[in-house]
């Protein structure tokens, strides 16, 4: 099951699962939630710090990371999957900017740094489940 022991790696609060099959956004989505979690939502910097400190661990590939943050709904507007606050950022540097015009609606943590980047909803990434 998504919250066993050994299939949940940050169980503080929340179980948080970490999938390194890469999925286009919407994918990532459905397969959290079927599992009954959601793309990972992030509040704080303690909670962004839990994955700041594990990436490296569970990250076997080098793939940035999605994360439930996305502005579908209306460019510029960014919301939380699960509907949860935006409460904390941590954008990288110039982000987010919509770099190619209009299909830069999901959010990724990069690999490197932890940082947030909007990035096209249709790139394949590896995913966290929050539940
Ligand atoms: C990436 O690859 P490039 O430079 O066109 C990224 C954008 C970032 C940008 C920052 C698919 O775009 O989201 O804003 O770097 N696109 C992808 O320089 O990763
Ligand atoms: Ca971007």
Redesign the pocket.
């Known amino acids: 099951p998504f919250c066993s022991v050994t299939n949940c790696l940050f169980c503080v609060k929340f179980c948080r699962h970490v999938s390194i099959n890469k999925k286009t956004w919407h994918a990532a989505q459905d397969s959290c939630r079927k599992a009954g979690a959601e793309l990972v939502s992030i509040l704080s910097m303690k909670e962004q710090s839990v994955f700041l400190k594990y990436f490296y661990i569970f990250l076997t590939e080098t793939s940035?990371v999605w994360t439930g943050l996305n502005d579908l709904m209306y460019t510029g507007y960014f919301m939380w999957s699960d509907r949860h606050l935006v409460s904390f950022t941590y954008w990288?540097p110039?982000?987010?900017?919509n770099?190619?015009g209009f299909t830069?609606d999901c959010v990724?943590m990069l690999h490197t740094t932890g940082r947030w980047?909007?990035?096209?909803c249709t790139?394949l990434n590896t995913y966290i489940c929050k539940m």
């Open positions: 940035d990288a110039g982000e987010p900017n770099h190619d830069e990724e980047n909007d990035v096209s790139e």
